[in-house]
Nanobody, 123 residues
């Protein structure tokens, strides 16, 4: 099993920045892609960003140029740096991971979820 623990959410004004962290523990050698999803009240959970085991990344169109996903293999941690935050970025953000060799792709299932961290952007 794999456990994912997020941190770093909070309240920020529009235009501000936050960095989310997700630390993985457990059978981590089995992991392939990791990523971040978000879910706003009344909306479906959506993929925000993903990073492959080789380091390549992809982003939702709504966050391109503002968010950056990265990872520290030594710390087994994935980060999401969010700049130029907008009120519409307000949501619960969830860390996600898939077992090898499954990629994280929008609309497909996820093997492991974190508990979520709330991000609130005030206008």
């Amino acid at each position: 099993q794999v456990q994912l623990v997020e941190s770093g959410g909070g309240l920020v004004q529009a235009g501000g920045s936050l960095r989310l962290s997700c630390r993985a523990s457990g059978i981590i050698f089995s992991l392939n892609d990791m990523g971040w999803y978000r879910q706003a009240p009344g909306k479906q959970r959506e993929l925000v960003a993903a990073i492959r085991s080789g380091g390549s990344t992809n982003y939702a169109d709504s966050v391109k140029g503002r968010f950056t996903i990265s990872k520290d293999n030594a710390k087994i941690t994935v980060y999401l740096l969010m700049n130029s935050l907008k009120p519409e970025d307000t949501a619960s953000y969830y860390c996600a991971a898939n077992r090898y060799p499954r990629p994280i792709v929008s609309g497909t299932s996820v093997d492991y979820w974190g508990q979520g961290t709330q991000v609130t952007v005030s206008s």
